[in-house]
């Protein structure tokens, strides 16, 4: 069972009443049979936290329907069956999904809920003959049962991304404790001189001149250093680097970016935040695919080869798509931290450049 948080009471709230709308505004209701698609409120509470919160949702949506907007007498057999409908989604569906257990799921509550137990709480209620309830309930069944099997395999897609971002939100950690080690390794990356930070660099670039990656490579993505990034001019500079394909970054919009290769130095401009970068009409594209080596700027990075960014995800987007390249960061030793609390979405690195050791 989930830690109740919350974000799940509120999740819930809404589900139950949403069961609400559904059950009393959106459905057919006659005496002795309702077709709609309540079951969804239901199904994804189940889907979503378990048997029961299933259950809960189901439940007391029959319950707060019924006290609030009553269709004919109450009767605590069918908040029971609307309950019992929630523990088996839940049962059969929150772990492991399948289209076997769609149907499973879809006949246990069409035919064994709906058809067998709701006409044993009419005729209780009504004294109305069991065995006819049954017989007239067929057609309902058999249309609810083809539209739930049909729903619940849509929802359950629809479903599992919602499922993933919530388990990616809670995993992701605090953004103050991003924001604190971002802005403490950006000071201490700050804190060298601009002497200390040419040697330092330039002791960098020596070792990625001399690595196997480098040398192996072709088409290199490397990028324009600003606001203390460690310099790879010595590397651009380089005899060995004039035979290969250089590109940089260019900045198109919200975490999306491409790679151009300049024209020369007439190419390059000042663009986005500062940044030197080619421009697009008097540069030629590499597609993500086509690179060998990418080598990437950090504001900190741990031994763990993680990396974090200035937390605009242009390259994390960007890295998604270099299925072939060889992927570096390069940081001064002083960035390093215990750890940069990756989330889901950020691509390790092969190796970390500093001046003080190759990490990888």
């Known amino acids: 069972m989930k830690k109740i948080n919350t974000r799940m009471l509120v999740t819930l709230g809404l589900l139950v009443a949403l069961h609400i709308i559904l059950s009393r505004f959106l459905s057919f209701n006659a005496w002795n049979m309702k077709i709609g698609l309540t079951f969804i409120a239901t199904f994804a509470g189940a889907y979503l936290y378990g048997p029961w919160a299933g259950a809960i949702v189901g439940g007391l949506g029959d319950f707060l329907g019924a006290t609030l907007f009553p269709i004919g007498a109450y009767f605590p057999g069918f908040t029971l069956n609307c309950a019992l409908t929630g523990v088996v989604f839940g049962l059969l569906l929150y772990k492991k999904q399948s289209p076997v257990r769609v149907v499973l799921v879809a006949v246990i509550d069409q035919v064994g809920i709906s058809m067998w137990i709701t006409p044993l709480w009419i005729s209780i209620l009504y004294g109305s003959p069991y065995w006819p309830l049954i017989l007239s309930r067929l057609p309902q069944t058999g249309v609810m049962l083809v539209a739930e099997i049909v729903v619940l395999l849509v929802m359950i897609k629809v479903m599992d991304r919602v499922k993933r971002a919530e388990s990616i939100e809670e995993k992701e950690p605090p953004k103050d404790e991003r924001r604190e080690l971002r802005k403490s390794r950006i000071a201490a990356r700050d804190a060298l001189t601009p002497t200390e930070r040419a040697e330092k660099s330039k002791v960098i670039c020596e070792k990625i001149l001399a690595s196997e990656e480098y040398r192996n490579a072709d088409k290199i993505l490397i990028y324009s ?24 970054p260019l900045v198109l919009g919200a975490r999306q970016m491409i790679a151009l290769v300049p024209n020369g130095e007439e190419g390059m401009v000042e663009g986005f935040h500062g940044i030197k970068e080619p421009d697009r009409n008097n540069s030629t594209e590499i597609a993500p695919e086509d690179f060998d080596l990418i080598i990437c700027p950090c504001t900190a990075f741990d ?44 691509k390790p690195m092969d190796k970390v450049f500093t001046e003080d050791r190759i990490y990888g």
């Open 225 to 248: 250093a600003i606001r203390g990034e460690v310099s790879l001019s010595a590397l651009e500079n380089d005899p060995s680097t004039k035979e290969k394909t250089i590109a940089y």
């Open 303 to 346: 031994e763990q080869l993680g990396r974090m960014g200035m937390g605009a995800g242009y390259y994390d987007t960007y890295l998604e798509a270099c299925k072939n390249a060889k992927v570096v960061a390069v940081a001064f030793e002083c960035q390093k931290a215990d750890s940069v609390m990756r989330q889901e979405w950020d």
